[in-house]
């Protein structure tokens, strides 16, 4: 089978491969909170401030990150296959700012899939100087990284 005749996964229902000139470029990885979980943190820090202004807490505020899986999980489930698919072939176009793909574009023969890029900040660098298509991939809220082959 040619490369020309591969596609993302989600078979081939007239997607387009994706061009550079057709990529956006966002400022920075960010977390998309739905409006539920908005809605929520609001909740709480007007609560948090009811406490604090009626002398009911000590003060001390947990300042670690949210951990966002559960909420994640609950937007998944709410959501059909249908627009899962959709949510992901329309979110293939943005690419972090400074993405470089200089190492991925030099060893382009050796990729299976044209529209799945290596990004060179934090792919995987091979003892020998071989390349892999292979990116670290951390977990959020842990020291814990695992690596994503193509």
């Known amino acids: 089978m040619s490369r020309e005749g591969m596609t993302s996964g989600f078979g081939d229902h007239g997607e387009k491969r994706m061009k550079k000139r057709d990529r956006r470029y966002c400022s920075e990885y960010e ?3 739905g409006a539920a979980d908005i809605k929520e943190a609001c ?3 007007h609560k948090m401030e009811e406490e604090m202004s009626s002398g009911g807490t000590s003060g001390i505020i947990d300042k670690r990150p949210k951990d966002g899986r559960a909420a994640f999980a609950k937007h998944l489930m709410t959501r059909s296959v249908f627009k899962l698919a959709k949510e992901y072939v329309d979110s293939r176009g943005f690419l972090p700012k400074n993405f470089s ?10 990729n299976r899939y ?5 990004n060179d900040k934090t ?14 991939v951390p977990i959020p809220n842990s020291m814990q990284r695992f690596i994503c082959a193509q």
């Open 31 to 33: 977390e998309v909170e």
């Open 43 to 45: 909740f709480q820090t």
């Open 101 to 110: 793909t200089d190492i991925y574009l030099q060893n382009e023969s050796r």
């Open 114 to 118: 044209t529209d799945v890029l290596c």
């Open 123 to 136: 792919r995987v660098v091979l003892t020998n100087g071989n390349y892999v298509h292979a990116n670290w």
